[in-house]
């Protein structure tokens, strides 16, 4: 549906110039959404999807090994479409705290990404609310450190942002005025908390991002922090039980249609092309993560019956890969704080491993070596190298 549009304009007078600057409408959207047939059997597919994806933890051996992973998947491509160069092999071996030559600035931003995310969810599970107040705490461990640490970590701008261009006359957007975050946020923060009316959860997660990314409250990490609100608005209503839905490969694979669902929201009203986007992007990436973690769990047997079968060694070699599971990145010294064996036994254990073809060495060197489950890293990296 075209509405004449979900908002409306204020002149801003700044660096010198005029520009127009816009101002959202309050959720929810009006005139109602209008649910046409394609659009309510998209969000059906999406809710059948979502509800698969909660059931993972069935199928799983151990749900807190995956969500470490996956966790750190959605982080290096949250930060990639930020501009980011970090891998999920860098933010790896920069966890392990014993390897330089990762790309520092990159990687940190990346591991501030999933700071922010179990501070979030951690805060949630302490029963305290999605809330401007929640955002802002997130907001401050996502920008600590790295590039960001000078964009006002933790604090709303107290300056005009845009996007797009060099200036606000010639930007692709102008977000509302410092004077109108205020009003805005508050009504935001009441539309999430269903004051007025009570919203479905899917849907309010779709109209909230937008509104988010439109309002841009921050001097950075605006894109970073809304996608992460998708995420932490599913666990809050209980749609899922763990943080395992994060739409960022979908937004990255498909940005140029990403960009004209937001735009054609703030130009014309046309929040049904954004949900039908949105319900799709859900669909595609719940099953994705289903499909994942059926791999993973393929892998992990092949890989266990390999070791199961060798002998004598199979008891050394199962607690070593105990310690892979949990982080696919290790050094014999990480290997040593985490289990009872002994150097020797365990430098021998990663040799074996190495030559079963289940562990790759990575640095080359003859001490200080490096092994990474390059398989089960593989398995999760795959839409990571996509532009």
Known sequence: MKRDTSG??????????????FVPAQLPPRPDIEWLPELRQQFEKAHLALGRLDSISSLLPDTDIFLYMYVRKEAVLSS????????LSDLLLFELAEQPGVPVDDVEEVSNYVAALEHGLRRMNEGFPISLRLLKEVHAILLSGGRGSTKQPGELRKSQNWIGGTRPGNAIFVPPPV?????ALSALEKFIHDQGQVTPTLLKAALVHVQFETIHPFLDGNGRLGRLLITLILVSENILEQPLLYLSLYFKTHRQEYYERLNQVRLNGDWEAWLLYFAEATEQTANDAVETARQLIAQSEQDVTIIQNQGRYAGTLS???????QRPVVTA???KTNTDLAPATIQSGLKKL????ILQELTGKQRDRVYAYANYISILNRGNELP
């Open 179 to 183: 004077n109108e975050l205020a009003a």
């Open 333 to 335: 010294a990480w290997v």
């Open 8 to 21: 409306k304009y204020v002149t801003i007078s700044t660096v010198g110039e005029t520009a127009k600057a």
């Open 354 to 357: 190495e030559k079963l073809n």
């Open 80 to 87: 990639m479409i930020e501009g980011t160069q970090s891998s």
């Open 319 to 325: 607690q070593i890969y105990q310690v892979l599971l």
